[in-house]
């Protein structure tokens, strides 16, 4: 009916009734026909049967501009949305989308031709950046609500907010350090000692000085003579009225190991003699019983009377006399380096005992 619109304006000859309240604006209409350019065959408005036909029906749609038919599927849509976004042509039906893949297709198809009527229920009319977009100017301060600002007014507010807007951001201040340090917990102190104490360093450090501590002593020892501390074997013990008749004196038992007797016991006569305090056992130290007037060996029970003769136990021998002697200063001298025994008959000689008159 169009090609014979635009070939000759002759009448159709289909038999739909010609409007009759329309037939004096017909000849305008054909004017305004005859005023197009050529239309491409429109596709007919059949439901499309596949694929094929839709992307039929969208290069066609794209190639001659013509309103498609209302799709039906997410592939008639996408098809449609990609038809519009290239060829900027008609906006698509306003049907409304089954499913996700058809909102987000009609939103990118509104996007790509420049935005249009948003969809009810999308998010573009309610988003916050379309809510900022949409708010009106602030207010001037100072000024009614509703009432019109001044040029003047508007400028003073335009100037302030530029110059609210460049003037440089305050540096940030550094935050102070506390001035005292918090002082470190118990444990905290006992385990930073204690990990102090225990560093290799120091361990390290402290053998090194030990080290040298021993060194510096066995070189002081090495300097010294080597000599031995021992006692004279030669010394005075007093007067001989310091030892009255039948007296034992252990004074120098503990420091010089003798006994200092007078007696006349012996042979009869009045003398004083030093005995040793060696066993003759084993060696042991015997000790003076004044109660039982005898030495009383403790290791293995041996006795001796006060003149040193053994009269118990297993000591084989008497005791034996150092030399005693009478210095030139009148006091008794002892010699220890001098040995008396009773058995080889040596108690008779004068360096072994002191006769006192
Ligand atoms: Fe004195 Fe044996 S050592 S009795």
């Given at each position: 009916?169009?090609?014979?619109?635009?070939?000759?304006?002759?009448?159709?000859?289909?038999?739909?009734?010609?409007?009759?309240?329309?037939?004096?604006?017909?000849?305008?209409?054909?004017?305004?026909?005859?005023?197009?350019?050529?239309?491409?065959?429109?596709?007919?408005?059949?439901?499309?049967?596949?694929?094929?036909?839709?992307?039929?029906?969208?290069?066609?749609?794209?190639?001659?501009?013509?309103?498609?038919?209302?799709?039906?599927?997410?592939?008639?849509?996408?098809?449609?949305?990609?038809?519009?976004?290239?060829?900027?042509?008609?906006?698509?039906?306003?049907?409304?989308?089954?499913?996700?893949?058809?909102?987000?297709?009609?939103?990118?198809?509104?996007?790509?031709?420049?935005?249009?009527?948003?969809?009810?229920?999308?998010?573009?009319?309610?988003?916050?950046?379309?809510?900022?977009?949409?708010?009106?100017?602030?207010?001037?301060?100072?000024?009614?609500?509703?009432?019109?600002?001044?040029?003047?007014?508007?400028?003073?507010?335009?100037?302030?907010?530029?110059?609210?807007?460049?003037?440089?951001?305050?540096?940030?201040?550094?935050?102070?350090?506390?001035?005292?340090?918090?002082?470190?917990?118990?444990?905290?102190?006992?385990?930073?000692?204690?990990?102090?104490?225990?560093?290799?360093?120091?361990?390290?450090?402290?053998?090194?000085?030990?080290?040298?501590?021993?060194?510096?002593?066995?070189?002081?020892?090495?300097?010294?003579?080597?000599?031995?501390?021992?006692?004279?074997?030669?010394f005075?013990i007093g007067s001989a009225s310091d030892y009255p008749l039948g007296m034992v004196s252990e004074k120098y038992k503990a420091s010089r190991g003798i006994w200092v007797v007078h007696t006349d016991t012996y042979d009869g006569r009045n003398i004083i003699y030093a005995l040793s305090t060696v066993c003759t056992h084993l060696g042991c130290t015997p000790n003076w019983l004044d109660a039982e007037q005898k030495f009383k060996c403790p290791c293995h029970g041996s006795g001796f009377y006060v003149n040193g003769i053994n009269f118990e136990g297993p000591a084989p021998r008497p005791l034996e006399r150092v030399?005693l002697?009478?210095?030139?200063?009148?006091?008794l001298?002892v010699?220890k380096?001098?040995k008396f025994q009773e058995e080889?008959?040596?108690w008779?000689?004068?360096?072994s005992f002191v006769q006192v008159?």
């Amino acid at each position: 009916m169009a090609r014979k619109q635009k070939a000759g304006g002759a009448e159709s000859t289909s038999p739909e009734p010609a409007p009759p309240a329309d037939a004096p604006a017909e000849p305008a209409a054909e004017a305004a026909t005859a005023a197009q350019p050529p239309v491409a065959p429109v596709a007919p408005a059949d439901k499309p049967k596949s694929t094929s036909d839709i992307l039929a029906a969208a290069r066609a749609q794209k190639a001659g501009g013509a309103a498609p038919a209302a799709p039906k599927s997410t592939t008639d849509i996408l098809a449609a949305a990609r038809a519009q976004k290239a060829g900027a042509g008609p906006a698509a039906p306003a049907a409304k989308p089954g499913s996700t893949a058809d909102i987000l297709a009609a939103a990118r198809a509104q996007k790509a031709a420049g935005g249009g009527a948003a969809q009810p229920g999308t998010s573009s009319a309610s988003s916050p950046a379309a809510a900022k977009k949409a708010a009106p100017p602030p207010e001037i301060a100072g000024l009614p609500a509703g009432s019109k600002p001044s040029v003047e007014a508007m400028l003073k507010a335009v100037r302030t907010g530029d110059a609210a807007a460049t003037e440089p951001p305050k540096p940030k201040l550094p935050v102070k350090a506390s001035a005292a340090p918090k002082p470190p917990a118990k444990g905290e102190s006992r385990r930073s000692f204690l990990d102090t104490v225990l560093s290799p360093f120091v361990i390290g450090f402290t053998a090194l000085a030990a080290w040298g501590a021993i060194g510096s002593l066995a070189a002081a020892r090495f300097m010294m003579p080597n000599t031995v501390l021992e006692l004279p074997s030669r010394f005075k013990i007093g007067s001989a009225s310091d030892y009255p008749l039948g007296m034992v004196s252990e004074k120098y038992k503990a420091s010089r190991g003798i006994w200092v007797v007078h007696t006349d016991t012996y042979d009869g006569r009045n003398i004083i003699y030093a005995l040793s305090t060696v066993c003759t056992h084993l060696g042991c130290t015997p000790n003076w019983l004044d109660a039982e007037q005898k030495f009383k060996c403790p290791c293995h029970g041996s006795g001796f009377y006060v003149n040193g003769i053994n009269f118990e136990g297993p000591a084989p021998r008497p005791l034996e006399r150092v030399g005693l002697r009478v210095s030139e200063d009148g006091q008794l001298e002892v010699d220890k380096s001098l040995k008396f025994q009773e058995e080889l008959g040596q108690w008779t000689d004068e360096k072994s005992f002191v006769q006192v008159s």
